[in-house]
């Protein structure tokens, strides 16, 4: 079986060298991290849980709770955070807030019973996860939130997806929300109001009224219509299609997050995507650090997204009606 001292024994370096790379600890020099790393992987080292348990106390273990894993956006970032628990050579249980908020916080002392070493929270829209006193914790959330540490540039993609459609000559748009409570969504849709610009007429829906509203909005002279998730984007393109009205030749559209879907729409959804692995090491660095009581050297990382551009949007076409001031309807 691979050993701390077969690898150290390759490498030329102390056992206690080893050991503070392959844990994230200590000062390497980057290079010999590298070597350190790709040589442990390459014979197919695992650290002991059991062994690490009885030196240090931790249990090599971190809590990870989600807010829908019927959602397909949040089983992507938990794979991420998991991968990059195991680099370090942690494992993670997963809690499920199922949509519900008395959900999370009980999915949250559940983690905490099974003595796990920290947790990871994406959290529950419009909530303030409860965590019990003492347990290191990280929150995945976005820029507005301010006790989250790292998350993607919510306001950022908005802002590229925005600029796209502008740049387009779309001057009439409609941004589609999910739910208002959500300050994921009102980030994104921030973003998407400052890169259309100050000469774009926009108007804000939500929920089912607002998809009940796209086919109205699109007589009215509405060029593009911006969801802010993928899931929300294929729902407008379902109500768009059967009203006969085309994607991109009548209206654009445009989704977030760059779910696996988004591909398999027909035309394929232009949207924007999150760098999951990133905000996954960020995260990991940041809950390890506060695990080892390291004064804070990372809060509030917003991570850069990337517009991806696919067929569903195109120039607009010439107007045929003038449409309203902005408005904005609500559920």
């Not at 790379?21 to 650290?47: C, F, H, N, W």
């Not at 894993?69 to 628990?85: E, G, H, V």
């Amino acid at each position: 079986m691979a050993s701390l001292k077969q690898i150290a024994k390759e490498m030329g370096v102390s056992v206690a060298t080893v050991s503070n790379v392959l844990t994230g600890k200590g000062r390497v020099s980057e290079d010999m991290s590298a070597r350190i790393k790709a040589y442990a992987q390459a014979i197919g080292y695992k650290p002991s849980v059991f062994a690490r348990a009885l030196k240090t106390g931790q249990s090599g273990v971190l809590g990870l709770v989600m807010p829908d894993l019927t959602n397909p956006l949040f089983p992507r970032i938990a794979q991420s955070l998991s991968i990059a628990a195991e680099q370090r050579g942690l494992g993670i249980l997963i809690g499920d807030s199922r949509g519900n908020a008395d959900r999370q916080r009980e999915a949250i002392h559940w983690l905490a019973d099974r003595g796990v070493d920290g947790v990871l929270i994406v959290p529950q829209k419009g909530t303030s996860p409860e965590v019990p006193a003492g347990l290191p914790n990280v929150i995945i959330n976005t820029a507005s939130d301010p006790r989250s540490a790292v998350a993607g540039d919510h306001v950022g993609g908005g802002t590229l997806l925005g600029r796209h459609i502008s740049e387009l000559g779309h001057t009439h748009v409609a941004l589609l929300g999910g739910d208002p409570v959500s300050e994921v969504q009102q980030d994104r849709i921030k973003g998407m109001i400052a890169g259309l610009g100050p000469d774009v007429t926009c108007h804000t829906i939500w929920g089912d009224d607002g998809l009940a509203r796209l086919c109205a909005l699109a007589a009215e002279g509405v060029s593009a219509v911006m969801a802010t998730s993928d899931l929300l984007a294929l729902g407008a393109h379902s109500r768009l299609s059967q009203a006969g009205v085309r994607v991109p030749a009548d209206i654009s559209l445009t989704g977030f997050d760059d779910l696996p879907l988004a591909l398999a729409m027909h035309p394929a959804l232009t949207t924007v995507a999150q760098d999951m692995d990133t905000i996954a090491t960020y995260a990991l660095r940041i809950l390890t650090d506060r695990i080892a009581q390291k004064p804070d050297q990372t809060q509030g990382v917003a991570v850069p997204m990337q517009l991806v551009l696919r067929a569903s949007t195109t120039r607009a076409p010439t107007p045929t009606t003038t449409p309203q001031p902005n408005t904005e309807f609500r559920t």
